[in-house]
């Protein structure tokens, strides 16, 4: 079956970086796009982007303005996701999730989610 | 980026009963590119419907979805204990795909 395993939560201070991992299984790592997505407390989702498991194309939301970067291991079938300059308002649950048909749509497997905290 | 309102907030019902969801988007969705998710407390979320009516693999037939343009609905024809939780509407024909605010769907 399909599984996501995100690593565990995270407490990091402003202006730091933190690096989220997605463990993944069950499916041919190569053949799926990635999806990144976060929930503040009291928040909508939010779309972050996607990461292609196949070429490595990547597509970031505006929003983060180069503060972003996704990676993939394809030997790991992991893909990794790292937002630096933290602010107290990137306090979030952060989520992979499959995408369920090709690059930006909808998710059909999820992480577990990985709590980050920033906070001085 | 296109601005999904979900109502109710919250939806107080027994099992047994409908439960009937409602997401309003601000402009057209294209190629009704509509999906909805349940999500319970400390869990992640799971797709239920993806392209306005097409239920994801293994989910129960009680769950229908429907709409067209800015208008859509979910519906939980006769509600089991397990479907209590908050479900959400995402469209994603229009970049940055959005997320609506959530209907709560609670034990009355």
């Known amino acids: 079956q399909v599984q996501l395993i995100q690593s565990g939560a995270e407490v990091k201070k402003p202006g730091a970086s933190v690096k989220v991992s997605c463990k993944t299984s069950?499916?041919?790592?190569?053949?799926?796009?990635m999806n990144w997505l976060r929930q503040a407390p009291g928040q909508r989702f939010e779309w972050m982007g996607w990461?292609?498991?196949?070429?490595?194309?990547?597509k970031y939301s505006d929003k983060f303005q180069g503060r972003l970067t996704f990676t993939r291991d394809t030997s790991a079938s992991t893909v990794s996701m790292e937002l630096s300059s933290l602010r107290d308002e990137d306090t979030a649950v952060y989520y992979c999730?499959?995408?369920?048909?090709?690059?930006?749509?909808?998710?059909?497997?999820w992480g577990q989610g990985t709590l980050v905290i920033v906070s001085s | 980026e296109i601005v999904l309102t979900q109502s109710p907030d919250t939806l107080s019902l027994s099992p047994g009963e409908r439960a009937t969801l409602s997401c309003r988007a601000s402009?057209?969705?294209?190629?009704?590119?509509l999906a909805w998710y349940q999500q319970k407390p400390g869990q992640a979320p799971r797709l239920l419907i993806y392209?306005?009516?097409y239920r994801a693999t293994g989910i129960p037939l009680r769950f229908s979805a429907s709409g067209a343009g800015t208008e859509f609905t979910l519906i939980i024809s006769r509600l089991q204990p397990e479907d209590f939780g908050v479900y959400y509407c995402q469209q994603y024909g229009s970049s940055p795909q959005t997320f609506g605010q959530g209907t709560k769907v609670e034990v009355k």
């Open positions: 392209a306005t009516s």
């Open positions: 990461i292609s498991g196949g070429n490595g194309g990547r």
């Open positions: 999730a499959r995408d369920g048909y090709s690059s930006g749509y909808f998710s059909d497997y």
């Open positions: 402009q057209s969705v294209s190629v009704n590119s």
């Open positions: 069950g499916y041919i790592f190569t053949d799926w796009t």
